[in-house]
């Protein structure tokens, strides 16, 4: 059974940059045909995609976020990491990992619990 479970701290000050680990288990990110994404959603509004890393380690960002995140992996944890830089308030949100098929016509099959992350002074 493969599960994914994101971690990192919840609060998080303005301008710093906010780091969150997705742990996957029963299955491994370098091997099948996947994307392993992260999405979040900010308080009453809908999912926001921020980007993947995909199971050759090549990434993708969403352009309105590309200046700002990084998704790294350790393949010997089976573990990969989101870094957004320079947060504001508005990038609070309970952030989720995912995993997608690369086909364009198949949609995100598992996600983790998510972790509600708050950015504040």
């Known amino acids: 059974q493969v599960q994914l479970q994101e971690s990192g701290p919840g609060l998080v000050k303005p301008s710093q940059t906010l780091s969150l680990t997705c742990t996957v288990s029963g299955d491994s990110i370098t091997f099948g045909y996947f994307y392993w994404s992260w999405i979040r959603q900010p308080p009453d509004q809908g999912m926001e995609w921020i980007g993947y890393i995909g199971y050759s380690g090549d990434t993708y960002y969403s352009p309105a976020l590309k200046s700002r995140t990084r998704i790294s992996r350790d393949t010997s944890k089976n573990q990969f990491t989101l870094q957004l830089t320079s947060v504001t308030p508005e990038d609070t949100a309970v952030y989720y990992c995912?995993?997608?098929?690369?086909?364009?016509?198949?949609?995100?099959?598992?996600w983790g619990q998510g972790t509600q992350v708050t950015v504040s002074s």
């Open positions: 995912a995993r997608k098929g690369v086909a364009a016509n198949v949609g995100f099959d598992l």
